[in-house]
């Protein structure tokens, strides 16, 4: 066992987690055989959680884990199912006390527990950090592993910055400009659930375009119309009655909204939508020599439950070309441009996924949002366009991490000329 975990402290990151995994699939093998010769050795060996409880005396809870455990096809989800050490050691005490499985059972599972123990404790620290570890080898252990700390941290971000939303939604349309060449670009805004927890706690939103010289933004609203307050922007027949106030501030290419006060509380519960259009916002093409490529994203500026991210985009904009998934983290450097390299460095790796939705806007319905496809189609009608020209992408997340940037990102056809040069 000590060459084991002295072989650990030695070699390169890559090495040491390749015998990590080696070790913990040991353990697992083992512990699994072990436990499982134990039951197999009772007079009655359990079929299921009942009968292991009822033959052993244990609570329901415990017996259930030990099963799923057993039954378990992959060495390391053993370790990610199994009890406890110490829950362990009391199934094991309970066979012994009957007297009803042999000492050389009994003895062999003791070491397997305790070599899981030590796994824990030695090799990891606790078992938090052998989760974490795991969670590189084993997709099912990272997306629970991931569930939970983000389900912890919204719970702690939501008290400190004292507000919190149900479901956040974002959602860009993009559909051809008027000019050749050009996109306009809609944004759809929802803040369903939304509450502050304390007085005077600060809600905002934010959107922004990241691009190089050249006219400056000028959001209006769906029907084309220029802003001068918040109201024009915002949607009354979706929002809660009496509708929450924003206050809006914009400094260049950044338009920031802040919710009015509207008081704190359970009984404080609102609901905002809102939405901008930014017609002939940005280039439809790269030049080919540029490596560029257009992006989306969603900021997460409210501790939220779900964050639905939608991207709808016109059969004429990207055809055949489907996003890829990065998500940021911004507390240094502020919001990330995919096109700087330097940005990788910041980029979270989540089990988050981009799920096409197809064409239409009744694909595009959304839990937690039950008015979305009509908000949709109101804003395809003051717009004027053609709701079933629309193909969709959506990132779901549960517990969107505070202070993360979930981007969707598009390869752009080349220009003409690039392209005729090519």
């Known amino acids: ?59 329901k809870v415990l017996a259930t884990r030990v099963m799923k455990m057993l039954r378990a096809s992959e060495p390391l989800a053993v370790i990610h199912l199994a009890p406890g050490p ?82 956040s939604v974002a959602t860009v349309l993009l559909h051809p400009a008027a000019r050749a060449g050009r996109l306009d670009v809609a944004w759809i805004f929802g803040m369903l659930g939304l509450r502050r927890h304390r007085p005077g706690s600060r809600v905002r939103l934010t959107s922004r375009r990241i691009a190089g010289p050249g006219a400056p933004r000028a959001p209006r609203t769906l029907e084309g119309k220029a802003v001068h307050d918040f109201r024009g922007l915002r949607l009354d027949a979706f929002c809660s009655v009496p509708p929450p106030d924003l206050e809006v501030h914009e400094s260049g290419e950044v338009v920031r909204y802040t919710l009015a006060d509207h008081g704190f509380g359970p009984n404080a519960v609102s609901d905002l939508v809102f939405a901008e259009a930014n017609l002939d916002e940005m280039d439809a093409t790269v030049p080919r020599e540029s490596g560029r490529r257009s992006y989306f994203f969603a900021e997460v500026t409210t501790p939220a439950v779900r964050l639905i991210f939608d991207v709808l985009v016109h059969r004429d904009v990207y055809p055949g070309g489907d996003p890829t998934l990065a998500i940021y983290d911004t507390v240094l450097e502020g919001v990330a441009s995919v096109n700087d390299p330097g940005r990788d460095l910041d980029r979270l790796h989540l089990e988050e996924s981009i799920r096409p939705l197809g064409a239409g806007l009744d694909r595009f319905r959304a839990t937690g949002a039950p008015r979305y496809a009509e908000i949709l189609r109101l ?34 056809p080349f220009g003409a000329e690039e392209a005729d040069r090519g």
């Open 1 to 59: 066992m000590k060459s084991a975990e002295r072989s650990l402290e030695h070699g390169s990151s890559e090495h040491r987690a390749r015998l990590l995994e080696g070790r913990i699939g040991d353990v697992g093998v083992e512990l699994r055989e072990a436990l499982q010769q134990l039951l197999d050795a009772l007079p009655r060996p359990p079929r299921g959680p009942g009968e292991l409880a009822a033959e052993l005396s244990l609570d």
């Open 86 to 167: 110490a829950p362990l050691r009391r199934v094991v005490q309970s066979a012994r006390r009957a007297g009803r499985v042999s000492p050389e059972h009994a003895s062999r599972a003791i070491a397997a527990i305790d070599a899981f123990d030590r796994l824990i404790r030695v090799e990891a620290g606790d078992r938090s950090a052998l989760a974490a570890m795991m969670s590189a080898w084993l997709p099912d252990s990272r997306r629970e592993f991931e569930l939970r700390r983000k389900q912890a941290a919204f719970r702690a971000m939501s008290e400190l910055i004292g507000a919190s939303v149900e479901t």
């Open 379 to 412: 804003a395809c009608s003051q717009l004027g366009w053609e709701p079933s020209a629309f193909r969709g992408y959506r990132c779901a997340i549960d517990y969107p991490i505070y202070g993360s940037q979930v981007t969707m990102i598009f390869q752009p």
